[in-house]
């Protein structure tokens, strides 16, 4: 899997599917989930709450990833993962192992070109760096050859940080 990264708004990266962040209760409420409701309007968050009371569930657990519609965005769909738990709290492997399942469900959704934010990094509290452990080690998994990953950072100095952190990681493994 090839990985870019840029600075600017996620919502606006050409890509097949998003990665949106995502908390338990897949609620649009802030972040990049608040973008996505000023952006397109109630439709997804009726989408995600829908299919929470078909569950029978109040919330989903930690790296699990829910496909929506997008509404009016370019995307063919988001992919709503959960990377934090109920507590906002995360982990490189827990980061790890949502995105896995967000490009395993892309993958079967068509999709050759993604975009995504650095999950857990905004209201979660892990540092952008770790982020770039979690993501580093998926280049080279055999079945994501063909995706092209764009993460989508807000500074030139996220940027910069995030780089290295991918960097360094592939230079471990």
């Not at 993962?81 to 827990?94: G, K, W």
């Not at 770790?130 to 100095?157: C, K, M, N, Q, Y």
Request: charged share 15%; with cysteine.
């Amino acid at each position: 899997m090839q990985i870019h990264i840029q600075v600017g708004d996620v919502l606006e990266a050409a890509a097949d599917v998003l990665i949106s962040t995502a908390n338990p209760w897949l609620n649009l409420s802030g972040g990049v989930n608040g973008a996505i409701l000023s952006a397109v309007g109630p439709t997804i968050q009726e989408e995600l709450h829908a299919y929470l009371k078909s569950e029978g569930i109040s919330a989903v657990p930690a790296g699990t990833v829910v496909q929506s519609s997008s509404g009016n965005l370019q995307f063919n769909c988001i992919l709503h993962a959960v990377a934090i738990d109920p507590f906002y709290d995360s982990t490189v492997d827990l980061v790890r192992q949502t995105l896995v399942a967000a490009l395993d469900l892309a993958i079967q959704a068509g999709a050759k070109t993604i975009s995504t934010p650095t999950l857990a990094t905004g209201y979660g509290p892990m540092p952008i760096a770790d982020f770039g452990t979690a993501v580093a080690p998926l280049a080279s998994v055999p079945r994501f050859t063909g995706l092209s990953l764009t993460i989508v950072v807000r500074s030139e100095e996220h940027r910069s940080e995030l780089s290295e952190a991918i960097s360094v990681a592939r230079a471990r493994v």
